[in-house]
């Protein structure tokens, strides 16, 4: 048959990868494209006739494809379309002639006749995520345009490639070079055809050229699929649509490319308005006309003559960079009005408020977040590694993105924001720069990144032209507020911006939303109580110098440390109260500004903000894991109130022993405690007496010292009780019972335990409840009582999950874990004492010496069950699960490899 001879090279066989395999060809890859022609009309008109057809149609193209080796991608495009690659060429068309020549022998359901357009090219697969994406596909695509029904074309590269192999009854004619959309050289195409196939056909289907002035970009556009694709989607409802972001994000180009997709869609073509220029916005109209050559009428308007022009055509307008003319946007609302079948884009910074008007924020691009990055991962499928590494090869022909060179991109394209300006800036200074020593001089980026290409304005030539445009578009007051803001790290609320920023007759909501609007502040995530913003890092970093210029540090940071050291101490009031979930996440959530105003505080010569601010944020820092940078800030504070006999020193080494305590540093902490007590007792704090003396009782609980613990707990507890304090009660309370679960009188210890609980739950202390639930759960189980210990370790596990309690919640994981023992789950079970030392690892929190007996035995008791390399493989397992996997397996909503 006609095929014979090409198969037989592309070396057919019957095992080879069957459709919907994902063992996607790499490297020079021949893709198939089929459609069927006139589908549309025939759905139409005989919808269940076109079913069945389309449903054979299939059956026969995936066997032909099977047959010659063809791989077909999980991602097969839309409606009766087919998409198949192949390693070798010569399968690809042996394929193609095999379908062709089977589908001409199918009988066809009646008024449904299947006829299918087909193309062939060869060309450099470019994977991501399972799929195949790039230009070799979309010239496969393009290609494909052109055929008619039963007709098979192929590229020029395929063809040099099996043109020599084709049996003697097969024919490829060439038909011409050929224009193709979105691509700037012509294309030879030929027609693939044999003597038992149709080989006569009209001229190819050569799309008439709708009118554009959209430039020819010497640099290849990468990424923004998504933005792409979205953005298409809302012209088909949106007729003014405005791609908004900051300077840099790539706003401009995107526009161009979704002009460039969607020329097809408009009868009078796409028209690119370049605003940049104008400082005046009367002349925005004038520019429209000048750049569409329409000859003005005399006598009318220059808006009357737009109007005149535009009234009865499809066209789409971009104009581009309307920042600076945002007077003009009535205007383009009245043309709108006028025009039913105009359609306008706009890059700016700032949304034009019409009506009717539809914006779509920019983000910058996807990279990696480096605290989960795999070590060697392929990271090229990241858009901002991608571009990175695609201008890096232009600027430096020998440029070659390794496996060890991955960590460090990320690392730059991250500190840029993914901001596609800066990352090109960046990525040009590999033709004299290691990667490494690029890296590490971003910290100077407004020095380095400059020096663009010379074809582009001068505002993005470098990357401090292109911020100072934007801070010029700014009024004084905003000015003012844009640069004082740049003191909080990490994002800030409104109550902040007006504390920090303080703005003589501003409201900051206004000032907020105005800086938003204009691309300068991003707002971080879902609205919720309190909304919160942001700078990008690369534009906070301009805001910074401008700040210094104006001679405003000093103050500004000065205010910025007042407002967070009010907010940790009133957190700290709420940390057993019933909203302590949402105000331990709020502290988490300035985390970055509370480090900031420590460190300002720390260079000021009155230490007082500062041994204020460590001492309220000492039980945080314990609670949610951040032990080690507590310990850091403690001991300074420490330092600077030597001598110092007051209670906010007393309340610096409490904070300082629980946190030695929690890296087993137990003299270190009895020696800090004893220093506290005897503070608290010359200044009458009977509170932070039974404070301290519940927590050296905790240490002499650590170390085995039973009788110690047991007379520190019960005077603790009088003194709770004098003062009335059910938070310091019912955690005494709790001790007491730890004391009796361990010396073995469970009863006792779960009576001990559901008083406190009591008590906790009628003041909804979660974190007692929390602690409370895991101890009588843990009683519960060495009872034997199996099936509601499980019960309450795992109520007690999900709350420690809620309140972000990295040093307790090891300890739910590793009775959840005995548990699963006496359940003979025993790999579960190793799993989750794998998890419990991540965790403990990960906080630098050390089991308890008193607790290492009893733990010991239970991992013995694991490992006498089963073999060494499956304890180890669990273990490591449960030891590299995130803290919300970890939870999910341990409730078993999460499945893991047994």
């Known amino acids: 048959m006609a095929t014979e001879k090409v198969a037989q090279t592309g070396q057919q066989a019957d095992d080879g990868p069957r459709p919907g395999s994902e063992r996607l060809p790499t490297g020079t890859v021949s893709f198939l494209l089929t459609d069927i022609e006139g589908s549309t ?3 139409r008109s005989n919808p269940e006739a076109m079913l069945e057809a389309v449903t054979r149609h299939r059956q026969l193209i995936h066997r032909c494809i099977e047959r010659y080796r063809g791989v077909l991608p999980k991602d097969q495009g839309e409606g009766d379309s087919v998409f198949a690659a192949f390693e070798r060429a010569t399968d690809a068309v042996a394929a193609v002639l095999a379908l062709q020549v089977a589908l001409a022998e199918e009988h066809w359901p009646e008024g449904v006749p299947v006829r299918v357009r087909a193309a062939v090219h060869t060309g450099e ?22 055929a008619w029904g039963g007709q098979t074309l192929m590229s020029q590269a395929t063809y040099q490639l099996v043109k020599d192999y084709l049996p003697e009854d097969c024919r490829a004619r060439h038909l011409g070079a050929y224009s193709l959309k979105d691509f700037e050289e012509r294309e030879d195409v030929y027609q693939l055809s044999s003597d038992v196939l149709q080989s006569d056909f009209p001229p190819l289907q050569v799309r008439e050229v709708k009118p554009h002035n959209l430039p020819l970009l010497l640099t290849k556009f990468v990424g923004r699929e998504q933005e792409i694709a979205e953005v298409k989607d809302l012209l088909g409802s949106a007729r003014l649509l405005t791609l908004t972001g900051a300077g840099g994000s790539g706003k401009s180009r995107l526009a161009i490319e979704v002009g460039r997709e969607v020329l097809d869609s408009f009868e009078d073509g796409v028209h690119l308005v370049d605003l940049s ?14 750049t569409l050559e329409i000859h003005e009428n005399p006598g009318a308007t220059t808006l009357e003559s737009l109007t005149q022009f535009l009234r009865d055509r499809h066209l789409l307008l971009i104009l581009d960079s309307f920042e ?15 025009c039913p079948d105009l359609v306008v884009i706009v890059t700016s910074r700032a949304s034009l408020r019409l009506r009717g008007e539809q914006e779509f924020p920019i983000p910058p691009m996807g990279v990696p977040d480096l605290e989960r990055l795999p070590k060697d991962a392929d990271l090229s499928h990241y858009e901002a590694i991608a571009l990175f590494a695609e201008r890096a090869r232009a600027a430096s022909f020998d440029f070659y993105l390794g496996p060890g060179d991955a960590r460090i991109v990320a690392e ?31 910290s100077r980026r407004f020095d380095l990144l400059k020096g663009g290409a010379q074809d582009l304005p001068a505002r993005q030539q470098t990357l401090r032209a292109l911020i100072d445009w934007d801070y010029d578009l700014l009024d004084a007051q905003e000015q003012t507020l844009f640069r004082r803001l740049s003191v909080c790290a990490g994002g800030f609320s409104l109550d902040a911006a007006a504390a920090v920023a303080d703005v003589d007759d501003m409201d900051a909501l206004e000032g907020v939303e105005s800086l938003l609007a204009k691309s300068l502040l991003r707002r971080l995530g879902a609205l919720e109580r309190e909304p919160r913003f942001r700078m990008l890092e690369t534009i906070r970093e301009y805001a910074s110098e401008v700040l210094v210029g104006a001679g405003e540090l000093e103050e500004t940071q000065r205010r910025h440390a007042c407002f967070y050291l009010s907010l940790a101490e009133e957190a700290r009031g709420h940390f057993r109260a019933a909203d302590q979930i949402e105000w331990l996440g709020l502290v988490e959530r300035e985390l970055d500004n509370m480090r900031t105003a420590l460190g300002w505080a720390h260079e000021q010569p009155d230490p007082e903000i500062q041994l204020r601010l460590t001492g309220a944020l000492g039980a945080f820092w314990a609670f949610r894991g951040h032990a080690n940078e507590g310990r850091r800030w403690v001991e300074s504070a420490l330092g600077r109130s030597t001598g110092q006999a007051t209670l906010l020193r007393a309340n610096l080494l409490r904070a300082a022993a629980n946190l030695a305590r929690a890296r087993g540093a137990y003299d270190q902490a009895k020696a800090l405690l004893e220093e506290c007590l005897a503070l608290q007792r010359k200044g009458g704090d009977e509170g932070g007496l039974a404070a301290a003396l519940k927590d050296l009782g905790n240490i002499h609980s650590d170390e085995g010292d039973i009788a110690s613990a047991r007379s520190l707990w019960e005077s603790s507890l009088s003194y709770w009780r004098k003062l009335e304090k059910p938070v310091g009660i019912h955690m005494t309370l709790n001790n007491l ?24 739950r009628s003041i909804d202390d979660k974190t007692g409840i929390a602690r409370l639930l895991m101890n009588v759960g843990a009683s519960m189980r060495e009872k034997g009582n199996i099936s509601e210990a499980q019960r309450l370790l795992e109520e007690s ?8 309690a990295k040093w307790d919640i090891p300890d739910a994981f590793e009775e959840l874990a005995v548990v699963h023992t006496e359940q003979d789950k025993t790999i579960s079970a190793a799993t989750l004492f794998g998890v419990a030392e991540g965790l403990r690892e990960a906080v630098g929190a050390p089991r308890p010496p008193l607790e290492s007996d009893a733990y010991e035995k239970h991992l013995n008791e694991i490992r006498s069950r089963v073999t060494d390399a499956a304890f180890d493989s669990a273990w490591n397992d449960g030891k590299n699960m995130e803290m919300d996997q970890a939870v999910d397996f341990a409730l078993g909503t999460r499945k893991w490899p047994e």
């Open 277 to 290: 220029p104008l400082d005046d916005h009367n002349l925005v109209l004038a520019t429209i006309t000048r």
């Open 41 to 43: 009309r025939m759905w």
């Open 324 to 338: 600076r003319v945002l007077q003009a946007a009535p205007a383009i609302g009245e043309l709108l009005n006028a």
């Open 797 to 804: 596990l999900l709350l420690w999950r809620d309140l972000g």
């Open 125 to 146: 697969a470019e994977i991501r995520d399972g799929n195949y994406y790039g230009s070799a596909l979309s010239r496969t695509a393009r290609i494909r345009a052109l």
């Open 412 to 442: 730059i394209c991250r500190h840029l924001d993914g901001l596609p300006l800066a990352i090109e800036l960046a990525a040009v200074r590999v033709r004299l720069l290691p990667l490494g020593v690029l890296r590490d001089r971003l």
């Open 737 to 760: 019972g730890y004391l009796a679960q361990v010396e073995g009188r469970l009863d006792e210890s779960i009576d001990r335990f559901q008083e406190a609980l009591a008590i906790a």
